[in-house]
């Protein structure tokens, strides 16, 4: 028994030194199939174990089990530093060198149309204005009637409309075609003066082309008080068009029609293509329009509980795409939702340095 754990420990002690001297990880797994793989040096040196009695064989197969765990993590020491010494080696040879300038970084940038949306927002805002919002589902009741629009009317033809089929209630409830609706709630909320401006997505069943989307956004615009008139209108709208297009702009006011506004009219401005004298992109007109317009309606503001007698109002909504394709000079509004980034990078900042 004795020979037996002197002979472990002769293993140990030369299991160490051989340990030492490994420096690689293929020198380690050598050492470790070595002394203690299932056919190494100690299993060999236990050979001797069944030739023990049965009463000493207990104790030689403690020893043995400890020499086995301190090798063992011997090993696994060694196997970190030899790790470790590698990666450091590695590190120095690929040398990186930090202090170059990383390589630019793309920066995200609001989509062209958000970034029109803000620009005209401010726009009014300036003029003090409020933003208000409303629902993109919508009850026929203030895409339609309440704005004069009775069922039937034909002037719902204006609007090609997706309806809602709303359990129990036919005909009830669409996707707002513009966001005229919205002067409604409004006023059904406050009580004048009022001075909104309502920027929002709309639907229609369009056949969609270089100008029509079957999902674009408008902004619509509502003022109302005791002696607003049309001179209120003009001022507010040339006033817009000069703070997007710039002060050298004209613009135009002609008769149009929309039931919810009387008189109602079309704005438009000179062409930028000619300056006014006719071209392919103003039709050779001169002009190009850029919004509907007009006094509110006295019916609209009855309906709201407003006295027409005392309060008057002007109303305007516009397609923010078309006011972006003019001022940026875009053909085709199905660029703005194709999610070609090439198109949509040129209005915001192409790289930065980080
Ligand atoms: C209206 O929708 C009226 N609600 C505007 C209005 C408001 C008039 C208040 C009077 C008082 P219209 O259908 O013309 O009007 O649309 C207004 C603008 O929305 C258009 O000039 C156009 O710029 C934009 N627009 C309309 N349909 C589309 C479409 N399919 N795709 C992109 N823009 C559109």
């Known amino acids: 028994m004795d020979n037996l754990i002197e002979r472990l420990q002769q293993v140990e002690a030369e299991a160490g030194q051989a340990l030492a001297a490994a420096s690689d990880e293929a ?56 790790r470790r010494a590698a990666l450091l080696q590695q590190l120095e040879q690929r040398q990186v060198d930090i202090t170059l300038p990383a390589p630019p970084l793309r ?20 003029l003090g204005f409020q933003v208000a919002e409303g629902p993109e589902v919508e009850l026929d009741y203030y895409n339609f009637e309440a704005l004069n629009i009775p069922k039937e009317h034909p002037a719902r033809d204006m609007w090609d409309t997706f309806w809602i089929d709303d359990k129990g209630r036919p005909g009830e409830v669409l996707l707002r075609t513009h966001t005229s609706p919205v002067q409604v709630r409004v006023m ?72 919810f506004v009387e008189p109602g009219v079309e704005m438009a401005i000179d062409c930028h293509g000619c ?7 103003c039709k050779h007109t ?29 109303a305007f909504g516009m397609g923010p795409e078309r006011i972006a394709m003019l001022k940026y000079g875009i053909d085709d509004i199905r660029l703005f939702y194709g999610n070609d980034l090439r198109f949509l990078r040129q209005f915001g900042p192409l790289e930065v340095a980080r």
């Not at 509502?222 to 709208?237: N, P, Q, R």
């Not at 300056?275 to 992109?281: N, Q």
């Not at 503001?301 to 005392?310: F, Q, R, S």
């Open 275 to 281: 300056g006014g004298s006719g071209c392919r992109l």
């Open 27 to 82: 020198a380690l797994e050598e050492w470790r199939v070595k002394y203690l793989g299932r056919r190494g040096v100690i299993t060999e040196a236990l050979r001797g174990l069944g030739a023990l009695p049965a009463d000493e064989r207990p104790g030689v197969g403690a020893v043995a089990n400890q020499v086995k765990d301190r090798l063992s993590s011997l090993l696994a020491e060694k196997q970190e530093a030899v």
């Open 188 to 259: 059904e909320q406050t009580r004048p003066p009022v001075r909104v401006v309502v920027p929002g997505r709309c639907y229609r069943y369009e056949a969609v082309d270089a100008t029509h989307e079957s999902i674009f956004y408008q902004v619509e615009g509502l003022a109302v008080d005791e002696s607003l008139t049309m001179a209120d209108l003009k001022g507010t709208l040339v006033s817009f068009v000069h703070t997007i297009f710039g002060p050298k702009r004209r613009a135009r006011f002609r008769c149009d029609y929309f039931p």
């Open 107 to 126: 920066r995200g940038q609001a989509h062209i149309t958000q970034q029109i949306l803000q620009d005209i927002v401010d726009a009014f805002a300036r």
């Open 286 to 314: 001169g002009w190009i329009e850029i919004m509907g317009a007009g006094m509110v309606h006295p019916n609209v503001l009855a309906g709201v509980g407003y006295d027409p007698n005392v309060y008057t109002g002007f």
